[in-house]
């Protein structure tokens, strides 16, 4: 596969984005953007499999160890993410509208279910564990993603 995506003759998902990205130990934005910028301009992944749009706000920067992304999910859709590697933390941010969160921990053999994220809320969690956002309404929802690689 990595072949295919360096001759041009694939083009990847952003999930395959991420398992190539936790393989190596990087952070996302390293296949997106100049990491060595300081002024961002945004840059755009569609991943049109899971009706999901992520922009680039701040790539990757090594001193704070933070990358910064805007994710649009269209109405009625859900992005399930696999697993970072340890270490990482995600804060998620609801720009505009309501939308959902579930992360895979069991609590006393009983596993979590799906968490309502209001405009104006936040969450912070340990991004190791399979974790996911939704949409449940009639119009697309924006939220920031704030990740966070403390062992980069």
Do not use: C
């Not at 449940?136 to 062992?151: A, E, G, L, M, P």
């Amino acid at each position: 596969m990595l072949g295919q995506i360096e001759r041009g003759e694939s083009s990847p998902t952003v999930v395959r984005l991420w398992n190539i990205a936790n393989g190596f130990e990087l952070p996302l934005s390293y296949f997106l953007t100049d990491l060595a910028q300081t002024v961002t301009t945004p840059s755009t992944l569609e991943n049109n499999e899971d009706d999901i749009k992520i922009v680039t706000l701040f790539p990757y920067d090594e001193n704070t160890k933070l990358e910064i992304f805007q994710i649009t999910l269209d109405p009625q859709r859900q992005h399930i993410s696999a697993p970072h590697n340890a270490g990482v933390v995600e804060h998620i941010i609801a720009v505009d509208g309501t939308m959902e969160y579930f992360l895979a921990l069991t609590v006393g053999g009983i596993a979590e279910q799906w968490h309502t994220l209001k405009q104006g809320e936040g969450i912070k969690f340990n991004a190791d564990q399979t974790h996911g956002y939704r949409n449940v309404t009639d119009k697309s929802v924006t939220i920031h993603n704030i990740i966070s690689y403390t062992h980069v």
